[in-house]
């Protein structure tokens, strides 16, 4: 199958090259000719591409792209830990049809070298202080992934995508290399430990494939054939389907504890969460303290083909974990975010935003995401329309599954919307899902944030009760003359009888 020759042959390419201690890519001298421009202005018309694969300038334009690559590693961050995993704090419309979901993974061993730039002189994928450095950032629009697949701070991934230099972001060290999109995820929950979503307790690996490879994919592909020709690169645009073959056979891992004693048997599930019709089934074969998880997967053109599939594993005997039920009492929104000052000036001594130059008005479009030890729900189905001092009631409700004494988080994190008037990919009369279509124009630092929150607690038994979360100052857009910040989260913990 030309997928798994082309997988096959990635693997290959990525282990010797760490065998030879080869350099990392230099973005200051290879993410230009590979197809990077340099200019914010050319990308948002889509005259220049945002992503280019890492190495295009050995691919001649009549031929395939550079193959599509893997990577295994933890989703982990140096310098922020709980910002390792997130929906992005904002994307450029014209390139996107919805938001990015991104996390960052520290590639094992044999991936380092799908890393760019150089530690020494930090520079590509190891400048700066940020929650990417020194890692592979990963995104995929949020549309095109089910939560179910988000993964959690710490978990172990694989995934089979497009490495690419991300051309937007060359200032302080030159292009990043990054996934982004990716035909295929595999995540394995809380190190191969009992999953949170589990209520018998069962190992959880999250098995995702598609077909779309997303507007980062048209774009990376588009750019590959057009070579820097604008007129080019535009038909390809308007032409270039987002459909992406899948065929090939894909191998990944679900690790498991140790046989808790000599009679107890592995039992091992495929429960499918919502794959397309006649999608195939992935199969498990027991070995040793693990299950070997593999999937053929045979495309017909254009057909669309998504694989969605929980693997669950568990030996008989296991002890069942503590059921908790998280719910979402109250949002307090102290500031809304919109409107930005009068006539676009830049400040105005505002009390909604830092982002004074917006053209907004109330109410403010909020996207609130909130996440317990890695199970993701969205508020009010993903949009809130809120007013300075509005109180949102009856939030998502989460039930999770936690071994005694195992530590564990509650995080949320916000958004809001402020470019409404510039549409998507599609056009301007369409909406960069979730937010809405609206008449307002944002400013060049991005969408409004109202910041993330974070409690974390020792144990299950820790967690129990009320409690009241507030947002953090770090990469907020909350006027620091709002003491407690622009929002409040109530929720409350408690344990559910078996």
Not at 30 to 41: H, I, M, S
Not at 152 to 168: F, P, Q, T
Not at 255 to 264: E, F, L, M, W
Not at 370 to 386: C, I, P
């Amino acid at each position: 199958m030309l997928a798994l020759a082309l997988l096959s042959a990635g693997l290959a390419a990525t282990l010797a090259a760490t065998a030879r201690q080869r350099a990392l890519p230099d973005p200051q001298v290879e993410a230009r000719p590979d197809g990077c421009g340099r200019d914010y202005l050319a990308q948002t018309r889509r005259d220049i591409p945002t992503w280019v694969f890492v190495g295009d300038r050995n691919a001649p334009a009549s031929g395939p792209p550079p193959p599509p690559r893997r990577l295994e590693g933890r989703v982990v961050s140096r310098y922020f830990p709980e910002l390792a995993v997130h929906p992005t704090p904002e994307d450029l419309p014209p390139i996107h049809r919805g938001y990015d979901f991104n996390f960052n993974v520290l590639p094992d061993p044999a991936y380092r070298g799908l890393l760019g730039g150089s530690a020494a002189r930090r520079t590509g994928n190891f400048a700066g202080h940020s929650e990417t450095t020194g890692r592979v950032h990963v995104e995929r629009e949020q549309r095109a992934l089910p939560a179910f697949t988000w993964p959690e701070a710490g978990d172990r991934v694989a995934l089979v995508g497009s490495w690419v230099w991300d051309c937007g972001h060359w200032t302080g060290g030159g292009e990043r290399t990054e996934f982004h999109s990716y035909r295929a995820l595999w995540v394995e929950r809380n190190g191969g430990r009992g999953s949170p979503a589990s209520a018998t307790g069962a190992s959880e690996g999250d098995l995702f494939l598609s077909s779309d490879k997303t507007y980062a994919g048209v774009e990376a592909d588009c750019a590959h054939r057009a070579k820097g020709a604008i007129a080019a690169f535009h038909i390809c645009l308007a032409t270039e389907p987002a459909w992406q073959d899948l065929s090939g056979r894909y191998r990944f891992h679900l690790r498991v504890p140790p046989r808790p004693g000599p009679g107890a048997r592995l039992v091992v599930r495929v429960v499918d969460a919502g794959s397309s019709e006649g999608a195939p089934r992935a199969r498990t074969k027991a070995n040793g303290n693990g299950v070997d998880v593999r999937i053929d997967v045979k495309t017909k053109p254009g057909k669309r083909l998504v694989v969605a599939q929980r693997v669950l594993a568990r030996w008989t005997g296991t002890a069942r974990p503590e059921h908790l039920r998280i719910r979402f009492l109250r949002l307090i929104v102290r500031r809304a975010m919109d409107p930005g000052c009068p006539g676009g000036r830049n400040s105005c001594g505002s009390k909604e935003t830092t982002h004074g130059e917006q053209f907004s008005r109330p109410p403010g479009e909020w996207n609130v995401y909130v996440d317990a030890a890695g199970v993701w729900k969205t508020w009010g189905g993903g949009l809130l329309r809120a007013r300075d001092g509005q109180v949102f009631q009856k939030g998502p409700t989460l039930d999770v599954n936690l071994a005694p004494g195992r530590p564990w988080r509650v995080f949320v994190f916000t958004r809001e919307c402020d470019f409404g008037s510039l549409g998507n990919a599609d056009g301007a009369t369409h909406a960069l899902t979730p937010c809405p279509r609206s008449a307002e124009f944002g400013t060049f630092d991005g969408d409004d944030v109202p910041g993330f929150a974070v409690v974390r607690f020792a144990s299950p038994a820790a967690a129990l009760g009320a409690h009241r979360l507030r947002p953090r100052r770090h990469g907020s857009t909350c006027p620091a003359v709002n003491r407690l910040g622009c929002y409040e989260i109530g929720f409350r913990v408690d344990r559910v009888a078996r």
